[in-house]
């Protein structure tokens, strides 16, 4: 398989993944007991929700690991297994997509708040992240995504845990972003200009945003980053922000609305595109249409 | 400028240990304890929850001016015993079981300890039981709860059916909030009231217990 960085600059967009937790909980996951919990228990559930996502068009398909950090599977006592459960999420990936997509490793944030702010010590959190891409790396991952991040100062340690491992993995950086009077900002204070220079001076090969918004905000986000970085741009958009009807909460944004909106993204010259909550491999068998139309034929 | 002023501006800035001395020289200076929470804590957590609101500052801004606030309570603690000044009203909050957001909760829980109210706390997944328990042991009237993905939102339910079931849904009253959850979904699941940031939490909660 082409590398990962070589494809996108030669200008080709690719395809990243939709939401995972829906598919899991229609597969058994019990409310209350952790994602990642399923990597040991039913490794062949992660197998199919990868292979769905992957028929559907994604080109990149992610590991359950976002919660995979020791200090977030901490609070369900899991921590003693990190390296097990990130590497059986990145076999199962592998199993079900070869070689003919790149596997890609989750990690979310610790969940835990930094010192002054909070209690937790940064240098724990560097080393939380760094035993889980530990494990990643030695499962065999074509990148690592630190994604879902608010407090650039974790961020950036996602990122540095990750250069520090190996020079030549692929790292991707997406922050989850607000609307405010005053423009996008991340809930702990951080804009895109900022992110944008700090999360490439750690090191990240690839920026943008995930979550947190549906995509017409998403495309002003992308459009920002652009603005403010020469690194290739990813954009993982939610079905837009859930509504509640007839006793159910729905996201708003189906596959078709998706993939029209899509266009502008391409516009802006964003390089990889994919969902977050509320996606399904619907959304991404759109979105893998609108690309396709847009970078021409594509092999396979 | 008045010392209450000053421990409401230092609070502003997220000064814990001057917030702390202020409330300590305030004491000495033989203020009432009420006066002091009123005017300086309350009033300084009060003027953070609108910059929060209206994004003019974020959540570490929030967080250490809750930290200079709690100084200063722990400062005031003894005398506002002495002086019997009673809590606004007992609060429980958590978030919901299967829920390990809670950055929403704490959140609701700076602002509403920020406006004099005592909050019980019982972090996150929380089953619908403990809520319940908690608020009949410590006598709260008011129970919070907070989700943040769509699939725990049920728990919420669970708990406004069970003090139904229980007949103390007269007596404890429920406000919910979170990302996923409307104002829609909180009348339809009988849920005494919807708040969608903090702040409006306690405004919440003032007007329940109103």
């Known amino acids: 398989m082409e590398s990962l960085l070589t ?11 939709g939401a995972m937790g829906t598919l899991l909980f229609e597969r058994g996951l019990e409310r209350g007991d952790s994602p990642e919990g399923l990597n040991l228990t039913r490794p062949e559930v992660l197998e199919e929700v ?8 994604a080109q990149i398909v992610q590991t359950n690991t976002f919660g995979g950090s020791p200090l977030k599977l901490a609070m369900y006592n899991l921590d003693g297994q990190t390296e097990e459960i990130n590497a059986r999420a990145a076999q199962a990936v592998r199993r079900a997509v070869g070689e003919k997509a790149y596997v890609s490793g989750s990690c979310g944030p610790t969940g835990r708040i930094l010192k002054p702010y909070g209690d937790t010590e940064p240098e724990d959190v560097r080393a939380a992240f760094e035993r889980q891409m530990k ?10 995504c630190v994604e ?3 407090d650039l100062a974790e ?5 540095e845990a990750a250069r520090s491992l190996s020079k030549e993995i692929p790292v991707v950086a997406t922050m989850t972003f607000d609307p405010t009077p005053r423009g996008f900002f991340t809930v702990m204070g951080t804009d895109i200009p900022t992110a944008a220079r700090e999360l490439a001076a750690a090191g990240a090969d690839i920026l943008g945003s995930n979550c947190g918004n549906g995509i017409e905000q998403m495309i002003r986000i992308a459009l920002e980053f652009k603005e403010h970085s020469t690194l290739p741009v990813i954009i993982q958009s939610n079905a837009g922000i859930p509504v509640h009807e007839d006793g159910e909460t729905v996201y708003p944004e189906g596959p078709e609305f998706m993939a029209e909106k899509a266009r502008e993204l391409l516009v802006a010259g964003v390089a990889i595109i994919g969902g977050c909550c509320g996606t399904t491999p619907d959304h991404i068998c759109a979105l893998r249409k609108a690309v396709a139309a847009a970078n021409g034929p594509a092999p396979g | 400028m008045e010392i209450v002023k000053r421990i409401a501006s230092e609070l502003e800035l997220g000064e814990e240990e001057k917030v702390a001395e202020l409330t300590r020289a305030a004491i000495q200076e033989g203020l009432p304890a009420r006066e002091i929470l009123d005017d300086g804590l309350i009033a ?3 003027v953070v929850g609108a910059k ?3 994004h003019e500052i974020f959540l570490p801004e929030v967080l250490l001016a809750a930290k200079a606030m709690y100084a200063g309570l722990d400062e005031l603690k003894p005398l506002l015993l002495k002086e019997k000044v009673p809590p606004r009203g007992k609060v429980v909050i958590g978030t919901v ?5 809670d950055i929403g909760k704490n959140l609701v829980g700076i602002m509403l300890r920020g406006a004099g109210f005592e909050i019980i706390d019982l972090g996150k997944d929380v089953s619908p039981e403990r809520f319940v328990e908690a608020a009949q042991e410590s006598g709260a009237t008011v129970i919070g709860m907070s989700a943040l993905l769509t699939t725990t939102m049920p728990v919420m339910k669970e708990v406004v059916a069970m003090l139904k079931r229980e007949g103390l849904a007269n007596r404890i009253r429920t406000v919910v909030g979170g990302a996923p959850v409307s104002a829609e979904y909180a009348r339809e699941i009988g849920a005494d009231a919807y708040a969608y940031d903090g702040a409006n939490a306690v405004e919440q909660v003032q007007a329940l217990l109103g």
Do not use: I, K, P
């Not at chain 1, 990868?50 to 068009?57: I, V």
């Open chain 1, 155 to 159: 961020a950036r340690m996602a990122v």
């Open chain 1, 50 to 57: 990868a292979r769905l996502y992957f028929d559907a068009g």
């Open chain 2, 52 to 54: 929060f609101r209206a």
């Open chain 2, 97 to 101: 079981q299967g829920d390990l957001h």
């Open chain 1, 7 to 17: 494809r996108l600059r030669s200008g080709e967009v690719l395809v990243a993944d």
């Open chain 1, 135 to 144: 494990a990643l790396l030695e499962a065999g991952v074509d990148l690592l």
């Open chain 1, 148 to 150: 879902t991040m608010t």
């Open chain 2, 44 to 46: 300084g957590m009060n």
